[in-house]
């Protein structure tokens, strides 16, 4: 059973960095990164496989970065130029096998979310 933490969501000014944490029990091959702005459904930022394999979705490329440690099953966002329209919970998510794209219905274990809040 994996079992998925996030850290580091807080309130940030426009234009602003942040990096999230997430540390995973378990050793899910594929970890990922996703997003629910209120009112939307949740929506892929980047995958990474055990093997380094990124997926960036194309809105992300460029201002968030993901790192992966595998000794110590964390891995992390940096979010740069952070914008309003950033304000999300952002999600950890894991899966056993190879990644396979950005669409939550593909992964089988979550955190519980963390609120970042990007303020003018």
């Known amino acids: 059973q994996v079992r998925l933490a996030e850290f580091g969501g807080t309130t940030v000014k426009s234009g602003g960095s942040l990096r999230l944490s997430c540390e995973a029990s378990?050793?899910?091959?594929?970890m990922g990164w996703f997003r629910q702005r209120p009112g939307e459904e949740r929506k892929g930022i980047v995958t990474?496989?055990?093997?380094?394999?990124?997926d960036y979705a194309d809105a992300f490329r460029g201002r968030f970065t993901v790192y992966r440690d595998i000794a110590s099953s964390s891995m992390y966002l940096q979010m740069n130029n952070l914008e309003l329209d950033d304000t999300a919970i952002y999600y950890c998510a894991g899966r056993y096998g190879g990644c396979d794209g950005l669409l939550p219905r593909s992964y089988s274990f979550w955190g519980q979310g963390t609120q970042v809040t990007v303020s003018s």
């Open positions: 990474i496989g055990g093997d380094g394999t990124v």
């Open positions: 378990g050793y899910p091959f594929c």
